[in-house]
């Protein structure tokens, strides 16, 4: 059985505590703290496995823990680290966050491995606290928490060209003609019970991939037949190749199939409506006289205004196929080269900061400091270098009150704010 989606319980390890302990040696009367660190709680990390196409796995493994951080020692030893947990995925991969549905990260194209879930930081143990006014520090630190959530995973092939069509019209018969596929063919409705990928190769050209996607029907969108499970995988694809039954061998009519699977696109991804396509009349090898040429006529007279192309062919005998191919390819040179990639939309809003302190401090002439546990947790899951995390920093700063204190200790435009590691100037 094909598995292109899975729902998962993840958790990376908590950090290991800070130890208290006194130093009790002969000759040493008074001896001072000596509590060791707590080691650092093991990340999850997803990473791309060239060699697994499926996720079917994750239907019988639906937890995945990292180690925790074992707990400081006392003479100082430090606690051992927890060990990192790679969780292997397919290519194409997307991870969602599974209560809202947001892109926690794509595995695709260049994202081959990353850290989804932070291990929790060691605790300091009480050595750290000592202090000429306080020789006996009986504290020490508690590890950070591990992070924990559900994500479902979803396989969306990786694929230059998107091939969909009525069931039965020939897909699978095209696709393995023009590439390197072996898909199952039968003259039976939803034979293709997954999507099947090939390379086309196009001499002259560096070819391109191609992916059918399992036979779609009316309704598929709304979850009617099999198709409705496949559509995801059209998402990543730049042109896409409608196959329609022009001779019409089911009865069915070409043009009222072609409106039918489009409305069925647009109804599951409204972007979908913006990609290009072509025609792929199929089945012309069945045509009798006039009647191809009035097919033809009246398909292309209902789409090509639209700019979509007709081609006429025959995936059994080939006609017309390789016109269509370089077609095709020359629409992919045209189109912008840069892989179609989900981005992240799960942000650390959805943490609870309600209850972790922060500080808002002038520590010199026109510079301010910001700093404390909720500051140091948003800074470590916030990515400032894309929009929508630039977008998130800014909403986390006004929603907690941090421009509000900084406005009220006096600062001004042009003014520095540290907050660890980033700095930056203030202007409203």
Do not use: W
């Given at each position: 059985?094909f598995?292109?989606?899975?729902k998962?319980y993840i958790?990376s390890?908590?950090?290991?505590?800070g130890?208290?302990s006194?130093?009790r040696e002969?000759f040493v009367?008074?001896?001072?703290?000596d509590g060791?660190?707590?080691?650092r709680?093991?990340?999850?990390?997803?990473?791309?496995d060239?060699?697994i196409?499926?996720?079917?796995?994750?239907r019988?493994?639906r937890?995945y823990?990292?180690?925790?951080?074992q707990?400081g020692?006392?003479?100082?030893?430090h606690?051992?680290?927890?060990s990192?947990?790679v969780v292997?995925?397919p290519?194409g991969?997307?991870?969602k966050?599974a209560?809202t549905?947001?892109?926690?990260?794509?595995?695709?194209?260049?994202?081959k491995?990353e850290v989804?879930?932070?291990?929790g930081r060691?605790?300091?143990g009480?050595?750290?606290?000592?202090t000429p006014?306080m020789q006996?520090?009986k504290?020490a630190q508690?590890?950070?928490?591990?992070r924990e959530?559900h994500?479902?995973l979803?396989?969306?092939?990786?694929a230059?060209?998107?091939l969909?069509?009525f069931?039965?019209?020939g897909?699978?018969?095209?696709?393995?003609?023009?590439?390197?596929a072996?898909p199952?063919?039968?003259?039976?409705?939803?034979?293709?019970?997954?999507?099947?990928?090939?390379v086309?190769?196009?001499?002259?050209t560096?070819?391109f991939v191609?992916a059918?996607?399992?036979?779609?029907?009316e309704?598929?969108s709304?979850?009617?037949?099999?198709?409705h499970e496949?559509?995801?995988?059209?998402?990543r694809?730049?042109?896409i190749i409608?196959?329609v039954d022009a001779a019409?061998?089911?009865g069915r009519d070409?043009i009222d199939?072609?409106?039918?699977?489009?409305s069925?696109?647009?109804a599951?991804n409204?972007?979908?409506a913006?990609r290009?396509?072509?025609?792929?009349?199929?089945?012309?090898?069945?045509?009798y006289?006039?009647y191809?040429?009035?097919?033809?006529?009246l398909?292309r007279?209902?789409f090509?205004p639209?700019?979509i192309k007709v081609?006429?062919i025959?995936?059994?005998?080939g006609?017309?196929?390789?016109?269509?191919?370089?077609?095709v390819?020359?629409?992919?040179?045209?189109l912008?080269s840069t892989?179609?990639?989900?981005e992240r939309e799960y942000?650390p809003?959805e943490?609870?900061?309600?209850?972790?302190?922060y500080?808002?401090e002038?520590?010199?002439?026109?510079?301010f400091?910001v700093?404390?546990?909720?500051?140091e947790?948003?800074?470590g899951?916030?990515n400032?270098d894309?929009?929508k995390g630039?977008?998130?920093f800014?909403?986390?700063?006004?929603e907690?009150n941090?421009?509000?204190?900084?406005?009220?200790?006096?600062?001004e435009?042009?003014?520095?704010?540290?907050?660890?590691?980033?700095?930056f100037?203030y202007?409203?």
């Amino acid at each position: 059985m094909f598995a292109d989606s899975a729902k998962i319980y993840i958790r990376s390890g908590k950090g290991g505590d800070g130890h208290v302990s006194f130093r009790r040696e002969i000759f040493v009367p008074a001896g001072g703290p000596d509590g060791g660190d707590g080691g650092r709680g093991g990340d999850l990390i997803f990473e791309v496995d060239e060699g697994i196409n499926t996720l079917n796995e994750f239907r019988h493994i639906r937890k995945y823990c990292a180690e925790d951080g074992q707990n400081g020692g006392k003479r100082n030893c430090h606690g051992s680290d927890g060990s990192d947990l790679v969780v292997k995925v397919p290519p194409g991969t997307v991870v969602k966050e599974a209560e809202t549905g947001k892109v926690i990260t794509d595995m695709s194209h260049d994202n081959k491995r990353e850290v989804v879930l932070k291990g929790g930081r060691g605790g300091k143990g009480n050595q750290h606290y000592a202090t000429p006014t306080m020789q006996v520090p009986k504290y020490a630190q508690p590890g950070k928490p591990a992070r924990e959530m559900h994500v479902i995973l979803e396989l969306k092939v990786i694929a230059d060209v998107g091939l969909v069509g009525f069931p039965n019209v020939g897909k699978s018969t095209f696709l393995s003609r023009v590439t390197n596929a072996k898909p199952k063919i039968a003259n039976y409705h939803f034979t293709t019970l997954n999507p099947n990928l090939g390379v086309v190769d196009l001499e002259g050209t560096d070819g391109f991939v191609i992916a059918d996607i399992p036979g779609l029907i009316e309704g598929a969108s709304e979850g009617v037949g099999l198709g409705h499970e496949f559509l995801k995988h059209i998402e990543r694809t730049k042109v896409i190749i409608h196959m329609v039954d022009a001779a019409s061998t089911e009865g069915r009519d070409p043009i009222d199939d072609i409106k039918k699977i489009n409305s069925e696109l647009v109804a599951y991804n409204p972007e979908l409506a913006n990609r290009p396509q072509v025609i792929a009349a199929n089945k012309i090898d069945v045509f009798y006289g006039e009647y191809e040429e009035t097919t033809m006529e009246l398909l292309r007279e209902e789409f090509e205004p639209m700019g979509i192309k007709v081609f006429p062919i025959s995936a059994v005998s080939g006609k017309g196929v390789k016109e269509l191919l370089y077609h095709v390819h020359d629409m992919l040179s045209k189109l912008d080269s840069t892989p179609i990639v989900f981005e992240r939309e799960y942000f650390p809003e959805e943490v609870d900061y309600a209850n972790e302190p922060y500080t808002v401090e002038k520590t010199g002439d026109h510079e301010f400091t910001v700093e404390g546990p909720r500051i140091e947790r948003m800074l470590g899951y916030t990515n400032l270098d894309s929009e929508k995390g630039f977008e998130f920093f800014q909403r986390f700063l006004k929603e907690n009150n941090i421009l509000d204190e900084l406005e009220a200790l006096g600062i001004e435009e042009g003014d520095t704010v540290k907050m660890y590691e980033l700095q930056f100037d203030y202007y409203k």
